[in-house]
């Protein structure tokens, strides 16, 4: 069935689906209707532009769609702006895949996940707001947002798949994750190296989480740059670190902890063959510590300790893996 520049299906309950974008237009308006029938859904590569060249820059969808299908807009990468209806409540994976020129995009208020690799290799897309609706990002959903400077996390959100926000590191210099947050997937905001065919924790980008949450745990695990953003003022049984900033160039660890009470002296030590060395104290009122060059490409596990009443508090050292995650006073520094 054909309408003007489009190819459409007649669903089961009356309404329409795009099925194919035939037309040569630069700017493009879907139809809110075909001959009577409202127009509810994008089909699966409906606008796929692997083959057909299409110099299409700017596409309006009607408030009737509430489906964008799979690959429905894949490989348009002339495509600068589109504008989505708030009544959508689906979009496919891969439904903008490759969309090269695509800069920003507003989600509707009614999303309620960001499917896989939705938005993967949009290399100029700088910003989004991720609607408080909006509980899953699957895995790869924005992997290589090269351009992106800024994303808004919301409450509501529970889970980032994996490779979610891989590469994206090169302009995004941080992302605040929420305390909802009960799944990171594996390398969620690393960097792929190519000619070693690996991942790297990104070099630029600070995890601002919260204390104890598992975006927490799991930055601590990872050896990810982090901060803890409601930790200000706090004290603690024992130092616990707040804060990670990793020097490429220098190979050093800046660490910042908790302040513990009656604490006289902070020390650092790392675990070696099996044994606890000391690299390095600070006084009482200094909490923070910068590791001297570190051997590259190597993990070292650390703990930060209190000395209180002339003792040094050695208790609870060993790492306890709880859930995936890392729990207990040491922690990995992997240097990337």
Known sequence: ?????????????????????????????????????????????????YYDDFEITSIVIPDSVTKIDDSAFEYCSKLESITLPENLKYIGVGAFYKCLSLKSITLPKDLKSIEGGTFENCSSLESIDIPDSVEIIGDWAFKNCSALKKIVIPDSLEEIGWGAFCNCGKNLRSITIPKSVTYIGYDAFSDYDEPTNTYKNSI?????????????????????????????????????????????????????????????????????????????????????????????KKEYIVAICAKINGKWDTSNLNTIFYDGKLYGRTFPLVVR
């Not at 190819?7 to 089961?12: A, F, M």
């Not at 009356?14 to 209707?33: C, H, K, L, M």
């Not at 707040?242 to 908790?258: A, P, V």
């Not at 006289?264 to 923070?288: C, F, H, L, P, S």
Request: charged letters at 25%; a negative charge.
């Open 1 to 49: 069935l054909t309408f003007g520049d489009f190819e459409y299906t007649l669903l089961e309950d009356g309404t329409v689906e795009i099925a194919r974008y035939i037309g040569s237009d630069t700017e493009v308006e879907i139809p809110a209707e075909i001959n009577g029938a409202p127009v509810t859904s994008i089909g699966f590569a409906a606008f796929e532009d």
């Open 204 to 296: 630029n980008l600070m995890i601002n989480c919260y204390m104890d949450s598992y975006a927490y745990h799991d930055a601590l695990e990872s050896g990810s740059n982090f901060n803890v953003i409601d930790a200000d003022g706090s004290k603690t049984k024992y130092p616990e670190l707040i804060k990670e900033e990793y020097s490429s160039k220098y190979r050093q660890f800046r660490l910042t902890w908790t302040e513990v009470e009656g604490a006289e002296q902070y020390g650092i030590a790392i675990k070696n063959a099996g044994k606890w060395k000391v690299v390095g104290m600070t006084d009482a009122d200094v909490t923070t510590y910068t590791s001297p060059k570190l051997t590259a």
